[in-house]
Nanobody, 116 residues
C-alpha cells in the first residue's frame, strides 16, 4: 500500500492562497482515485476534490472555481491549490488514494486555518 504525506498547511488571511502537497511513496498504478478530504472537529470528513488516473477531476460545490487538484507523476506528488480562501475552509486536510477494490490509504493530515 502506498504511503501519503501532506504538507503546505498553515495560517492564511481570507482571500489568500495556499498550495497543499501530498507526497506519495510506492506505486500508484493500481489506484482508481486520489484526492483530498477535509474535516472540522465535530463534523464528518467531507470530500473536497478528486482526480482520476486519466485526468478527470471532481470538486465539492463549495470549492469549485477556487480550488484546483493536479498531479505531478514525475515527482509522485499530488497538489491542491486553494485560492480565495474563506474562513469556512478552515479544517484539517487529508489526501488519500483509493484502489479498485475500495481500500484507501490516508495521509496524516495538515491544518489549514483561514483567519484575519
Amino acid at each position: 500500500q502506498v504511503q501519503l504525506v501532506e504538507s503546505g498547511g498553515g495560517l492564511v488571511q481570507p482571500g489568500g492562497s495556499l498550495r497543499l502537497s501530498c507526497a506519495i511513496s510506492g506505486s500508484i498504478s493500481g489506484y482508481n482515485a486520489m484526492g483530498w478530504y477535509r474535516q472540522v472537529p465535530g463534523k464528518q470528513r467531507e470530500s473536497v476534490a478528486t482526480i482520476f488516473p486519466t485526468g478527470p477531476t471532481n470538486y465539492a460545490d463549495g470549492v469549485k472555481g477556487r480550488f484546483t487538484i493536479y498531479r505531478d507523476d514525475d515527482m509522485n506528488t499530488m497538489y491542491l491549490h486553494m485560492n480565495s480562501l474563506k474562513p469556512e475552509d478552515t479544517a484539517v486536510y487529508y489526501c488519500y488514494a483509493r484502489d479498485f477494490v475500495g481500500s484507501t490509504a490516508w495521509g496524516q493530515g495538515t491544518q489549514v486555518t483561514v483567519s484575519s
